[in-house]
T-cell receptor, first 115, second 113 residues
Framework: GAGVSQSPRYKVTKRGQDVALRCDPI?????LYWYRQALGQGPEFLTY????????KSGLPNDRFSAERPEGSISTLTIQRTEQRDSAMYRC?????????????FGDGTRLSIL | GESVGLHLPTLSVQEGDNSIINCAYS??????FIWYKQESGKGPQFIID?????DKRQGQRVTVLLNKTVKHLSLQIAATQPGDSAVYFC????????????FGSGTRLQVQP
């Protein structure tokens, strides 16, 4: 597709359940990022991949959060044993690899609500 | 769609006027900066970027100015249109090896017809 695609668009689940959020980056983009955005604020970094390698996971809040990108394309962010504080908009972005920084292009996000 | 920036600072301008949105960034080591536009229900949309070795960069109807001395970034929009109404975020990267963007708090731009 033309842009970053995220699914599902909305996810409502009960506290304690595991959830998996999917991101399909822009075709040809090597780098993929996960962010979390609270209402009224800018996105906050969670983790980043180059190809299939997770380069930085310093923003993941705790060990219930994990991410993978096994074939260097689609990525999944998994939250285990969800808690109400995990409720947020989760955004994925992708960028071209290259020397120096490249613009990150964002998807429309997955709105996660934990009951 | 969801509402973005419910309690953000707001800049209100008349259609056709020029808009200037300001941002103070936090880290003097930051070497890459981006402006994003975010409409309700949408993800941040890339507008323009600038590297620290530049102090000005122009795009279509937009100009970004960087003042490293006072750690200030501004976005100028020429001939503002109703479609420019959105929340605008500046973002910085202070560690090229890390690639994480740190976002500012955002400004809501309202264009009056």
């Amino acid at each position: 597709g033309a842009g970053v695609s995220q699914s599902p668009r909305y996810k409502v689940t009960k506290r304690g359940q595991d959830v998996a959020l999917r991101c399909d980056p822009i075709s040809g983009h090597v780098s993929l990022y996960w962010y979390r955005q609270a209402l009224g604020q800018g996105p906050e970094f969670l983790t980043y991949f180059n190809y299939e390698a997770q380069q930085d996971k310093s923003g993941l809040p705790n060990d219930r959060f994990s991410a993978e990108r096994p074939e260097g394309s689609i990525s999944t962010l998994t939250i285990q044993r969800t808690e109400q504080r995990d409720s947020a908009m989760y955004r994925c972005a992708s960028s071209l690899e290259g020397g120096g920084n490249q613009p990150q292009h964002f998807g429309d996000g997955t709105r996660l609500s934990i009951l | 769609g969801e509402s973005v920036g419910l309690h953000l600072p707001t800049l209100s301008v008349q259609e056709g006027d020029n808009s200037i949105i300001n941002c103070a960034y936090s880290n003097s080591a930051s070497d890459y900066f981006i402006w994003y536009k975010q409409e309700s229900g949408k993800g941040p949309q890339f507008i323009i970027d600038i590297r620290s070795n530049m102090d000005k960069r122009q795009g279509q109807r937009v100009t970004v100015l960087l003042n490293k001395t006072v750690k200030h970034l501004s976005l100028q929009i020429a001939a503002t249109q109703p479609g420019d109404s959105a929340v605008y975020f500046c973002a910085e990267n202070w560690d090229t090896g890390r690639r994480a963007l740190t976002f500012g708090s955002g400004t809501r731009l309202q264009v009056q017809p």
